[in-house]
């Protein structure tokens, strides 16, 4: 599957921005999806994921209340709705698909993986 992610930019604190991840390739309904991000000079970390359904979510500690991870089957894309946006936020942000129905908060567990699209956010 192909994964194209888009929708990052530069914010202010505080605002808002929603990501998108359009899949094609595959049947993206037989997917649980992922989004992942890396600062620089970090590590990749996890930010959120969900069930092929979108009745089962995981997120991070540092974003939960503030993102929401959702799916459109019938687009065959997946959404990060990013709210209430830090300084601490700014990172490239990765999709990632994972051909299981169990929900993975890790990295090596996903199988295919888009290219990133980078969000700042400004103090």
């Known amino acids: 599957v192909q994964l194209q992610a888009s929708g990052g930019g530069l914010v202010q604190a505080g605002g808002s921005l929603r990501l998108s991840c359009a899949a094609s390739?595959?049947?993206?309904?037989?997917?649980?999806m992922g989004w992942f991000r890396q600062a620089p000079g970090k590590e990749r970390e996890f930010v959120a994921s969900l069930s092929y359904s979108g009745r089962t979510t995981k997120y991070a500690d540092s974003v939960k209340g503030r993102f929401t991870i959702s799916r459109d089957n019938a687009k065959n894309t997946v959404y990060l709705q990013m709210n209430s946006l830090k300084p601490e936020d700014t990172a490239l942000y990765y999709c990632?698909?994972?051909?299981?129905?169990?929900?993975?908060?890790?990295?090596?567990?996903?199988?295919?993986w888009g290219q990133g699209t980078l969000v700042t956010v400004s103090s």
């Open positions: 390739g595959d049947t993206f309904s037989s997917y649980m």
């Open positions: 990632a698909a994972r051909h299981s129905a169990v929900v993975s908060t890790t990295t090596p567990e996903y199988d295919y």
